[in-house]
C-alpha cells in the first residue's frame, strides 16, 4: 500500500533530501511539499507529515497535522524534552508523533553511550560544530544529548563559573559550546572529566547520505506505531540494548 507524504520544508537542504528518498522508495508518494509560503491546508489528504523546516513553523504545523489525522516525522530542531510533552499529550488515538533530533545512527549511538558515560564523569561539557547556513544554536542533537547524559545520572551536574557566558549555554547542567563553520557538515564531541583522565566521544557527519537511513526508518515507524516517539533509538529500539540509559 502507498504512503502519501508530505514534506514541510521542501526548499531546504533536508526537505530536498526526504523529496529525494520519497522519489526513490518503493511505497512513498509525494503528496506536497511544503514551505514558508504555502499553506498548511496542502499537506491534508497525506498520511504523513515529514517536518523538516524551522521550529516556529514545526510548533504549528506538527500540532495541525496531527489534528488533521496524518501522522508525523519531526527532524526540525528545537523539540527539547518539554515542547514534546506538550504534544504527546495531546496526540490522537491511533496516530504517531515520532521526533528524531538527529536522523545519523552513528549520532544517536554517541548520544547513548554518552549517557551511559555520564553516569560516572561530574565534568561534561558537549562541544557541537556545523555549517554556517545553521540558524538554530545549540543543535537538537546537543540539548537532547545533555537531555540523555541529566536523566541517566543519579545527581545533577553543577558546573563551576555557570554564569560566564564563555562557558557555553547550559542545558539540563550541561554546557553547550557550539561553533557555525564552513566546510564543516556536523560534529558532536562530549568531552567527561576524570582523575588524570577525559573520555571524549566524537560524531562526525561526513554527508547528508547519514541521515537517509534514518529518514525511512522514521518514515516506516511512523505508519507502523502510536503514540511517541522521541530518537532514532526508539525507532530502531536500542533502549534496551543500551540499558536505556
Ligand atoms: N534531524 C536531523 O537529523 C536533522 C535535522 N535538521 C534540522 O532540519 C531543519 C531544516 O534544516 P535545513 O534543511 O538544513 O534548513 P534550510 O534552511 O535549508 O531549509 C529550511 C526550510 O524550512 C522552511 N521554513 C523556514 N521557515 C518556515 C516557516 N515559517 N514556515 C514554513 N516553512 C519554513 C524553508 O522554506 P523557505 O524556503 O520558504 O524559507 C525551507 O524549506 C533545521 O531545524 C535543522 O536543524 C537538519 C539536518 C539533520
Ligand atoms: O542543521 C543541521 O545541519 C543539523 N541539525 C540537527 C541538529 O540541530 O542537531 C541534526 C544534525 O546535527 C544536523
Avoid: C
Avoid at 55 to 60: H, Y
Avoid at 115 to 122: E, I, K, M, T
Avoid at 127 to 152: C, F, Q, Y
Avoid at 235 to 241: K, N, Q, R
Wanted: net charge negative; no cysteine.
Amino acid at each position: 500500500m502507498e504512503t502519501q507524504v508530505a514534506v514541510l520544508g521542501a526548499s531546504g537542504r533536508m526537505g530536498s533530501l526526504v523529496e529525494r528518498i520519497i522519489d526513490s522508495t518503493e511505497g512513498l508518494v509525494l503528496h506536497a511539499g511544503l514551505t514558508s509560503a504555502t499553506p498548511l491546508e496542502e499537506m491534508l489528504g497525506a498520511d504523513v507529515l515529514v517536518d523538516v523546516s524551522h521550529l516556529d513553523a514545526s510548533e504549528i504545523a506538527v500540532p495541525f497535522a496531527l489534528e488533521h489525522g496524518l501522522d508525523v516525522v519531526v527532524g526540525t530542531s528545537g523539540w527539547d524534552e518539554r515542547r514534546i510533552a506538550s504534544v504527546a499529550a495531546a496526540v490522537p488515538a491511533g496516530r504517531a508523533a515520532v521526533f528524531v533530533p538527529n536522523f545519523s545512527l552513528g549520532s544517536v549511538l554517541g548520544t547513548a553511550l554518552a549517557s551511559v558515560a555520564g553516569r560516572f564523569f561530574d565534568s561534561i561539557e558537549i562541544l557541537e560544530a556545523h555549517h554556517d547556513k545553521k540558524v538554530d544554536s545549540p543543535s537538537g542533537t546537543a540539548v537532547r544529548t545533555a537531555e540523555r547524559i541529566a536523566a541517566a545520572r543519579e545527581h545533577p551536574l553543577s558546573p563551576p563559573h555557570a554564569d560566564q557566558e564563555a562557558r557555553g549555554q547550559l542545558v539540563a547542567g550541561v554546557p553547550i559550546h557550539s561553533m557555525r563553520l564552513r566546510g564543516i557538515v556536523a560534529d558532536q564531541q562530549v568531552v567527561l572529566g576524570g582523575a588524570g583522565e577525559v573520555l571524549t566521544i566524537r560524531h562526525e557527519t561526513i554527508s547528508q547520505e547519514a541521515y537517509v537511513r534514518g529518514i525511512t526508518l522514521a518514515i516506516g515507524h511512523a505508519r507502523s506505531s502510536q503514540g511517541t516517539t522521541v530518537g532514532l533509538d526508539g525507532v530502531l529500539g536500542l533502549g534496551e540494548l543500551l540499558g536505556r540509559a
